[in-house]
């Protein structure tokens, strides 16, 4: 089982940019999808974007055209490019695994980051 530190997180401006990066320990990281959620105060932790083991990309509607996941397998790291941040990106940004498949609902997620805050000013 693989272990997760995230970090890249921040305050910034509206419309401002930030990269999460997610480390992972372990030599089987490859065989992992790996995924963002985050978890804005008062509200339950949402799927933001995940990578398949393979590359395929997915996002939730309201980051679709700002954010962009990648991984590097040799590095054992997966990333969130955040560009054009909104005040409503505000949140703490989890990273996650899923061993085989990709992780696209936080209950089905065994293995987590312990987190990055996020925050955008208007």
């Known amino acids: 089982q693989v272990q997760l530190v995230e970090s890249g997180g921040g305050l910034v401006q509206a419309g401002g940019s930030l990269r999460l990066s997610c480390a992972a320990s372990?030599?089987?990281?490859?065989?992992?999808?790996m995924g963002w959620f985050r978890q804005a105060p008062g509200k339950e932790r949402e799927f933001v974007s995940a990578?398949?083991?393979?590359?395929?990309?997915y996002y939730v509607d309201s980051v679709k055209g700002r954010f962009t996941i990648s991984r590097e397998n040799e590095k054992n790291t997966v990333y969130l490019q955040m560009n054009s941040l909104k005040p409503e990106d505000t949140a703490v940004y989890y990273c996650?695994?899923?061993?085989?498949?990709?992780?696209?609902?936080?209950?089905?997620?065994?293995?987590w980051g312990q987190g990055t805050q996020v925050t955008v000013s208007s």
């Open positions: 372990g030599r089987t990281f490859s065989a992992y999808g």
């Open positions: 990578i398949s083991r393979s590359g395929t990309t």
């Open positions: 996650a695994a899923s061993l085989l498949v990709v992780p696209q609902t936080a209950g089905g997620v065994r293995t």
